[in-house]
Structure formats: structure tokens, C-alpha cells
């Protein structure tokens, strides 16, 4: 009864018709007599004691006769055991005994040590298919540098016999992730490398995709969202063209919405915008927030405010400035930020005062586009040649927009959907040849929304969030292919964005 009462191995033995149930003797085989003990003794004074002497055969028997109890001791103890030493073997036994939260710790420890991991005994034994099956469990933070150490380590552990392997294991390194540096100075100078065509062709390809990949992350390949009606703080990754695993990025100091920002020099600046105050009013924010994408300890840090206090104006990279145009209450002035002394200075006014308005900078030029001023939507289009500090009126849009998105690509700016005059959400695109003067339209997104972002990367537009038709917010991602005049959906948002802002990286 008491046997049966602790466990299901031992209430099937005694209850169902089988040959023990009638026994006065039974014959426990596969269970050390010491385990056995120990099992006996708990189930009658809730007693044991699990040592390293006794735990690998204590997990054994308990998970033979189902005794949940002692299995959940011997992983604790397994847990604080954990060492260089211990990890590869606690690791094996995780995975037998279908712990995953043992798995994930000692996961973690082999990720964090790996460095030391390869150069023990337990590490240099494993068989092919065990160092295997141990890269794929913790490929997933490893750096491919460290898999790589590791099937050297291991190789010439015992050269002549596992020769033949390297190949094989070699090619499973995503060298594309391995830093030029170490492809150079390390791997092709390593000889078991160098002795292998096989190798010597994966080397190559690891090279390619290495430049390749350093070419495409030039030109962005993540798309992170800042701010927002809905997001005020947050900063997310949103999408990436690589399909890698999206980073961590800390919050805004201050949260707030229809806000702009911009990329220049390894820095995201996110400028103005409005906070939200009592009672559901907002007030306009003049503050400049940069955060370091190329530091270890990333943070926002305030830098020099903006003269003015505005939101919903427009923002542009040109050479090595910031310009910032417009915005709340028709505004037609604005200013110019140089990072390198930390300073705003004025800039001439544009000619009509405009706000929910896109500012593009393409060949050399800021443009001013749409928006709304005095009291009506706009379609005017003005041009600023930095050089005299002069504003020019150039060929207007086909269609009066505000709340809209707009960027260039190859020598032509793209305006996208947005509020039309009749109060209406539009789909419709159309592009600004810059040589010719001219608005011709382009395909329509797959769906209406105003108020959302844009950005540019690899030659294609993605756009992000925003009202879709009866006031509905979009989650859905869009890329625009010039080339072939076709917006395709690629993914979408976890969040609801809404004026919010948007920059490649």
C-alpha cells in the first residue's frame, strides 16, 4: 500500500494481475541496491540524502518507477552542480529525464563558458553525432567564432581518427557571421582549412556572404518604430530583411507621438513630438534625444533642444545636418542641428506655413511637401537649396495630402496615402521625377492609412502602421519594389502604430 500510494510503477505492479501481485518476494532488476535503498527509506520517512556518488543512479530508478519527487531533488541537485567539469554531462542527463528547465540552465552555463567547456575531457570524448546534437541545442546565442573553436578543439583531440569529420562539421559554421578579422588572422591559417578543397570553397563562400551581407546592413536592414500614440516610450524592432532575431533597445526618456526621426552617423535622434498631459490634452516637445547604435551599453541621451516647440513636422538628413521644417500652427519656419558642436541654427522660412507635412532631402535639396496650412489640405511642393538658403516652389502633388509618408529612392520621391481634402484615407502613391519637375501616380499600397511611416532600405519602401480605412489601425508591413511598380505585404506588427516614427538601420 505505502509502494503504491508513492508510485504508479509500483500500483501497476500490485493491482493489475500480474505474477508480483501474488509474490512474497519481488525481484527489482535494473535498480542499484543502494538506490533502492534510499527510494525505500524516502517513501517512508520523506528522508534522502543525494550526493554526486548517488544521484545519476537515484534519477535512474526514480524515473523507472515514477516517483516524481525524488526525480525534481536530483535536478536541483544536478542545477547547483553545475560546473566546466559537470555541465556536458548534466546537459546529457537533462535531455534523458525530460527536465527543460535543467536543459535551459546548464544551455545557458555551456553558452556562457564555452571558451572552457571545449577543453575538457568530457568535451574531447564526445562522439560526432554528440558534439552535434550539443551544437544545435545551443547554436541558437552561440557565436559561430566559438562552434567553430570548438570543432578544431575537438578534431585535433584525436586527429587521425576524426580527420575525415571536418569537413562536414566545418561546413555547418555560418562563417557570413564570423567577423572578416578572424576569417583572416584564424581560420585561413588554420591547416586542417587549408589541406581541404571542400573547406578552402566554404572559406571562400563564408568571405562573399560576409562582403555581401556588410553591403546590405551599409544601405539598413532592420526597421525599428519610436514613439507613438500607442508606444509613447518604446523602441522595437519591427522587421528585418536578414530574418535575424530582433534586438533589445531601451526606452525613451520621455514618451511621446508625431514625433520625427532620423539616422546619421551610427546615432538615431528622435526630435520634438507632443506629450500627453492631463485630461487627454498634449503639448508640443522641443527635445533632441540621440541614442549610440555602436555602443555596448546602449541609452538615450538629451542633446541640445530645438529652438522652436513643434510636432507634426517634417525632418531630414542632408550631408552631415539635421533639418527640422514646419509643424503645429501652420509653422513655416525652421532650423538646421550640427551634431558636431551640438547647436541649432535658424534657416530661411519656408513661403507657406505647414504642418502633417513630409520633408524628403534627394540630390542635394530639401523638399517640403503637402501637409496642411491655412486651414486646407495642401498639394503645393517647395524646394530648398541649402547653398543660398532659399525656398522655391516646384511642381505641385496630383493630390492634396496631409498626415502622410514620403521618402526617395534612385532620384524620386514617393508620396504615400495619407488624409485627402475630402477627409478621406488614401491608397494612393505618387512620385516626384526631380530631374523633370513631375508628379506621376504609381501603384496603389494594398491598403489605405494616413498617419503612418516610411523608410528606405535596399532600393525598396517599407511602410508601418497608421489609420486604414474606418479609423482602423494597420499592423500590416509593406515593401514597395521600384523596380517593378508592386507593394507586397511582408510581415507584421505586434504593436498598434500610430504617429509613430521609423528609421533603417
Request: net charge negative; glycine share 8%.
Amino acid at each position: 500500500m505505502v509502494l503504491s500510494c508513492f508510485s504508479d510503477y509500483f500500483e501497476n505492479m500490485f493491482d493489475i494481475e500480474m505474477k508480483e501481485k501474488h509474490e512474497n518476494q519481488v525481484e527489482i532488476r535494473g535498480v542499484a541496491a543502494t538506490a533502492m535503498k534510499l527510494i525505500v527509506e524516502f517513501i517512508y520517512t520523506g528522508n534522502i540524502e543525494i550526493n554526486k556518488e548517488n544521484v545519476c543512479d537515484l534519477l535512474s530508478a526514480s524515473n523507472m518507477m515514477q516517483i516524481n519527487d525524488i526525480k525534481e531533488f536530483c535536478f536541483e541537485f544536478l542545477e547547483d552542480s553545475i560546473s566546466i567539469e559537470t555541465c556536458l554531462t548534466i546537459s546529457y542527463l537533462a535531455d534523458l529525464y525530460g527536465s527543460d528547465h535543467l536543459e535551459d540552465q546548464v544551455k545557458t552555463f555551456i553558452e556562457e563558458n564555452i571558451d572552457d567547456v571545449i577543453t575538457t575531457k568530457n568535451f574531447n570524448n564526445l562522439s560526432k553525432k554528440e558534439l552535434v546534437s550539443l551544437s544545435r541545442k545551443v547554436k541558437t546565442e552561440l557565436s559561430e567564432t566559438a562552434l567553430y573553436k570548438a570543432v578544431v578543439n575537438w578534431t585535433k583531440h584525436d586527429l587521425e581518427e576524426r580527420r575525415v569529420d571536418f569537413q562536414s562539421l566545418f561546413s555547418a559554421v555560418d562563417l557570413i557571421t564570423v567577423l572578416p578579422s578572424f576569417l583572416e588572422e584564424i581560420v585561413s591559417c588554420e591547416n586542417l582549412v587549408r589541406e581541404n578543397t571542400e573547406c578552402l570553397e566554404t572559406l571562400v563562400d563564408g568571405f562573399v556572404g560576409r562582403a555581401r551581407q556588410e553591403r546590405l546592413k551599409a544601405n539598413g536592414t532592420r526597421i525599428l518604430s519610436i514613439g507613438g500614440n500607442k508606444t509613447l516610450h518604446k523602441v522595437t524592432e519591427v522587421f528585418s530583411i536578414l530574418q535575424e532575431p530582433c534586438k533589445t533597445y531601451p526606452d525613451m526618456n520621455v514618451g511621446r507621438h508625431a514625433l520625427c526621426s532620423v539616422l546619421l552617423h551610427g546615432c538615431v535622434y528622435a526630435i520634438g513630438g507632443a506629450i500627453f498631459e492631463d485630461k487627454g490634452k498634449y503639448d508640443p516637445f522641443n527635445h533632441l534625444s540621440r541614442l549610440h547604435l555602436n555602443t555596448e551599453d546602449l541609452k538615450w541621451e538629451e542633446v541640445a533642444p530645438m529652438r522652436l516647440t513643434s510636432f507634426v513636422m517634417g525632418a531630414a538628413v542632408l550631408g552631415d545636418l539635421i533639418f527640422v521644417v514646419g509643424g503645429s500652427n501652420d509653422n513655416r519656419s525652421g532650423e538646421c542641428y550640427i551634431p558636431t558642436i551640438n547647436k541649432w541654427t535658424t534657416m530661411s522660412s519656408m513661403k507657406q506655413g505647414r504642418y502633417g507635412h513630409s520633408l524628403v532631402a534627394c540630390e542635394g535639396f530639401l523638399y517640403a511637401i503637402g501637409g496642411h496650412g491655412n486651414g486646407f489640405h495642401l498639394k503645393s511642393v517647395e524646394r530648398y537649396q541649402p547653398s543660398d538658403d532659399v525656398w522655391n516652389d516646384v511642381a505641385p502633388m496630383t493630390t492634396a495630402r496631409k498626415w502622410f509618408a514620403s521618402v526617395a529612392v534612385g532620384g524620386f520621391i514617393y508620396a504615400t496615402g495619407g488624409e485627402s481634402k475630402e477627409g478621406t484615407t488614401e491608397k494612393s502613391v505618387e512620385r516626384y521625377d526631380v530631374t523633370a519637375n513631375k508628379w506621376t501616380r504609381v501603384s496603389d499600397m494594398n491598403f489605405a492609412r494616413n498617419a503612418h511611416s516610411a523608410c528606405v532600405m535596399q532600393g525598396k519602401i517599407y511602410l508601418v502602421g497608421g489609420f486604414g480605412g474606418a479609423d482602423e489601425l494597420v499592423t500590416t508591413i509593406e515593401c514597395y519594389d521600384p523596380d517593378n511598380d508592386k507593394w507586397t505585404v511582408v510581415g507584421e506588427t505586434s504593436d498598434e502604430l500610430l504617429n509613430n516614427s521609423f528609421v533603417a538601420i
